[in-house]
């Protein structure tokens, strides 16, 4: 075989295998194994640019929704590259209706992740920002004797404010009884974003218990020690008394 012939069918070998090597995507994402890699916080920028929004996905499969609307988080759970998010609204009704949303993690790595959805709200882009959040975690003890089905704790985090300031409600959130441990307590984990807290407050957790019919018959002030994300969190025991029925007349 000649040599030019030789060396032509060569090179056309080489250019052929780059042409392969080179459709080749340069790093594929791969989906975690397990869910712990998607444990934390992930925010991103507001559409108005005033602020943060987001998720947050605990270890132990509680979940919680930051700055989107009226819309909270139950729990999560992670099936064939899928974040399942149980959503629901906490408005004025006192049915809470529960709907999963599956968001599709189409990239990630340590500090970023993107979603996808089906025309949905979720889909975007996210940052792992566990320095910009903070939390509050503790115990409600349930008045056992009186506790109904479907009975409902909600938790607002409040404050009276400085001296001629307006009062300022950094979170509300609202948690379905489904179970409680076996010391009659039910455990909750509430979280909001650093930037939302106002100088010169004093927060004040309140804890309202309500029956199915949305009649509050138990509820508590606690006094919130708010904490950066990082420190140690000190667990509130929240104990509930009768709300006090006014006589009429």
């Not at 090179?11 to 459709?23: D, K, N, P, Q, R």
């Not at 089905?149 to 400085?162: K, M, P, Q, R, V």
């Not at 455990?187 to 957790?205: I, M, T």
Request: hydrophobic share 40%.
């Amino acid at each position: 075989m000649p040599f030019s012939r030789c060396a032509s069918i060569i090179g056309g070998l080489l250019i052929a295998l780059f042409a392969i090597v080179g459709c080749e995507p340069s790093s594929k994402f791969e989906l975690p194994p397990d869910k712990s890699s998607l444990v934390g916080a992930w925010l991103r920028t507001q559409p108005a640019g005033d602020g943060y929004e987001g998720i947050v996905l605990e270890a132990d499969g509680r979940a919680s929704v930051l700055g989107i609307g009226s819309v909270q988080a139950a729990h999560w759970d992670w099936e064939n590259g899928s974040i399942l998010l149980a959503v629901y609204e906490d408005n004025t009704a006192v049915e809470l209706t529960t709907t999963v949303k599956r968001m599709m993690v189409v990239e990630l790595d340590r500090h970023t992740m993107t979603l996808e959805t089906q025309s949905d709200y979720f889909s975007g882009v996210y940052l792992r920002r566990d320095d910009a959040v903070s939390r509050i975690v503790g115990r409600v003890v349930l008045p056992v004797a009186q506790l109904e089905n479907d009975s409902t704790l909600t938790f607002t985090l409040e404050s009276d404010g400085a001296v001629g300031a307006e009062s300022h409600r950094l979170l509300s959130h609202k948690l379905r009884i489904h179970s409680k441990q076996a010391d009659g307590t039910v455990p909750f984990s509430l979280y909001f974003v650093n930037a939302d807290l106002q100088q010169g407050y004093d927060y004040q957790l309140v804890v309202e218990l309500a029956d199915a019919g949305g009649r509050h018959h138990h509820h508590a002030k606690h006094s919130a020690a708010i904490n950066r994300n990082g420190d140690p969190d000190p667990e509130l025991l929240v104990n509930l008394v009768p709300v006090e029925v006014k006589s009429q007349g």
